[in-house]
């Protein structure tokens, strides 16, 4: 079974720093364009940042700057360095990924459970 797992998340002062990793385990052929969204409490889920493939990376106006998005194909993981938080990136962050399986014949989109990020102020 073909799933993505974040960590990372928790509680830190404003200012502060968080590094978010979101792992995908199974049996994976290939992984296309990866993201973390993230959604605060009574707002819509938002795009954070994204990567794709190549390495090509989108950020989100909010976070550009503060935020660096990575990935290691080799570990098939995925990483999100959140640096001089504010209580506004408070939410639940959620990792996003296009995944072949092996043996597959088409990507599919899967999310991961989502991870925690409390910012106080």
């Known amino acids: 079974q073909v799933q993505l797992l974040e960590s990372g998340g928790g509680l830190v002062q404003g200012g502060g720093s968080l590094r978010l990793s979101c792992a995908a385990s199974g049996s994976i052929f290939s992984i296309n364009a990866m993201g973390w969204y993230r959604q605060a409490p009574g707002k819509q889920r938002e795009l954070v940042a994204s990567?794709?493939?190549?390495?090509?990376?989108n950020y989100a106006g909010s976070v550009k700057g503060r935020f660096t998005i990575s990935r290691d194909n080799s570990k098939k993981t995925m990483y999100l360095q959140m640096n001089k938080l504010k209580a506004e990136d408070t939410a639940v962050y959620y990792c996003?990924?296009?995944?072949?399986?092996?043996?597959?014949?088409?990507?599919?989109?899967?999310w991961g459970q989502g991870t925690l990020v409390t910012v106080s102020p």
């Open positions: 990567i794709t493939s190549d390495d090509i990376t």
């Open positions: 996003n990924a296009g995944i072949l399986p092996m043996g597959g014949s088409r990507y599919i989109e899967l």
